[in-house]
């Protein structure tokens, strides 16, 4: 080899070291294998390479680069977004949309494909129905066991709804959907494309197996003001009214109103119903509202203010205010005892007790301390216990004799929204959507995670799903399942054919 040769190669390996952008390559090659390597080894390496169906795991090992994404599909680092190119598409939020996209549709194949689910290891159809006739299981042991199965095979079915305006249903989405107590109704508030709210009630006692069809009974009430909160309220009969909290707009102040359901046409049994009245209560800054059941506060509603707590009655137009230390963002009325408990943006839980006056010092029967703003809080019945979640993304079950927390739900995503629990004791679940738009089940009993369902949209903010379940939809006849609500269209998960009603049977496998 000649001289003049060697100087030149020894003078383009020295320009390729400095240069900064050939450094970054160089070193990106070397960590897309996982691992530091010299570049004398790279022969050896490649044949010790692992296979591309460990991308997961090499993902895990390679060391992350400031300003660079590693690629797992594709074995290399690619460059995220700085600030002086527009064009690159790459950033963070949308690598993690992306990654999120893909696992919810690999979740919708696995629900679509597998029809029969195990909830717990060890426990399918025929070992519950085999300890039970061996006695290993008591009766309860038995029941929820057995029901946790049965909402493990619920099935998605998409709800036609037939509406007297099919063009409005295909444009208006759902934004929040609440049954009435006996499930046979249930009350919808629907975005409109033009801006603001309008109403409607569900008429479920068609939603039957194999159709799958309601009808959608609207009414010409309108609001241009955003929806806080709602609450089936009983002031003539049991649900007989809609109690909405509406947010201030401009000029015009915030308001709780009761809308009867008898404006909807059809949407309940004739003669049940008297001609109602709308009401509407001016409450400027309110968050939150609920329905009182108990006698001691009989036709009463409470709203959850900026540090403040107003009782109103609806027939006497009486208020009284409960002053608070934070914005009050989720209610619930006791029945048995004259409480009211409330949780605030600052993480307290609270309970006042009705027959104390507003100003007493001893008001405040319970306290209770999460870490973050609550969104939510639900009262057992025998209202030894009560539910609560907060922005944190944490669901506790509190035992209220002792002011302790006895169990933690784990996997629930929130870190902003104000989502609301359902709890369901007579079938022992727990339901909840998170901020990522999955829907979980999990057991009351030992906060077991029974069951995750994927959204059928996009994970976005806007098509976060709304749910109701009961054992009885559409009625005392009905059957058990899931609604839920997401963009324009409903989907009911009721009990899959190869889920019998009874274990007895012993079709199960």
């Not at 809308?259 to 119903?273: E, M, R």
């Not at 976005?460 to 009885?472: D, E």
């Not at 839920?484 to 199960?508: H, I, K, N, R, T």
């Amino acid at each position: 080899m000649s001289r003049s040769v060697w100087q030149s190669r020894r003078r383009r390996g020295r320009s390729h070291q400095q240069n900064p952008a050939f450094r970054q390559r160089d070193s990106s090659e070397r960590y897309t294998s996982g691992t530091w390597q010299n570049p004398q080894d790279s022969n050896h390496h490649d044949a010790e390479a692992p296979s591309a169906s460990s991308s997961t795991a090499a993902k895990s090992s390679v060391p992350e680069l400031p300003g660079f994404y590693f690629d797992p599909e594709k074995n290399r680092y690619f460059r995220l977004l700085p600030g002086h190119n527009n064009c690159n598409p790459l950033t963070k939020e949308g690598i993690r949309h992306k990654e999120m996209e893909s696992r919810r549709l690999q979740l919708l194949q696995q629900e679509d494909k597998q029809r029969k689910k195990i909830t717990r290891m060890g426990f399918n159809a025929s070992s519950i129905l085999r300890k039970n006739q061996l006695g290993f299981l008591n009766i309860a042991s038995y029941c929820r066991l057995s029901h946790e199965l049965r909402v493990s095979c619920m099935e998605r079915r998409k709800v036609e709804i037939q509406s007297s305006d099919p063009s409005a249903l295909a444009s208006d989405q759902f934004n929040f959907i609440l049954a009435d107590t006996s499930s046979d109704r249930l009350f919808t508030v629907n975005d409109v494309q033009i801006g603001g709210s309008k109403y409607g009630i569900i008429n479920l006692q068609g939603l039957k197996a194999p159709t799958f069809k309601v009808h959608m009974h609207e009414n010409l009430y309108f609001t241009n003001r955003k929806v806080n909160s709602v609450c089936w309220a009983s002031l003539n009969h049991l649900d007989s009214h809609i109690l909405l909290c509406l947010m201030g707009l401009a000029e015009t102040p915030g308001c709780a109103t009761l809308l009867p359901a008898s404006l909807f046409v059809s949407s309940h049994q004739a003669g049940t119903d008297q001609p109602g009245v709308l009401c509407s209560f001016r409450i400027p800054g309110a968050w939150t509202c609920a329905w009182s059941l108990n006698t001691q506060a009989n036709n009463c509603f409470s709203t959850g203010m900026s540090r403040r707590v107003l009782l109103t009655n609806v027939v006497t137009g009486h208020r009284q205010s409960y002053g608070t230390n934070s914005d009050v963002l989720a209610q619930q009325f006791a029945v048995k005892t004259p409480l009211l408990f409330n949780g605030c943006r600052s993480g307290e839980i609270f309970a006042i007790d009705l027959r104390s006056p507003s100003q007493a010092k001893g008001r405040k029967a319970t306290h209770i301390f999460h870490d973050s703003a609550v969104t939510s809080v639900r009262v057992l019945k025998e209202e030894q216990y009560l539910m609560a979640s907060d922005m944190a993304g944490k669901i506790k079950l509190w035992d209220l004799r002792t002011t302790k927390c006895v169990r933690q739900y784990e996997g629930h995503v929130n870190e902003y929204a104000y989502l609301p629990l359902h709890v369901h004791e007579e079938e022992g679940i727990l339901v909840a959507v998170g901020q990522d738009c999955y829907t979980r089940i999990w057991s009351l009993h030992d906060a077991h995670l029974l069951r995750t369902i994927p959204s059928p949209y996009p994970t976005s903010k806007a098509n976060i799903p709304s749910v109701a379940f009961s054992p009885r939809l559409g009625g005392p006849q009905g059957a058990p399942g899931l609604l839920m609500a997401v963009q324009q269209d409903l989907y009911c998960f009721s009990y899959s054919s190869s889920c019998p009603g009874s274990l007895e049977e012993g079709s199960w496998e």
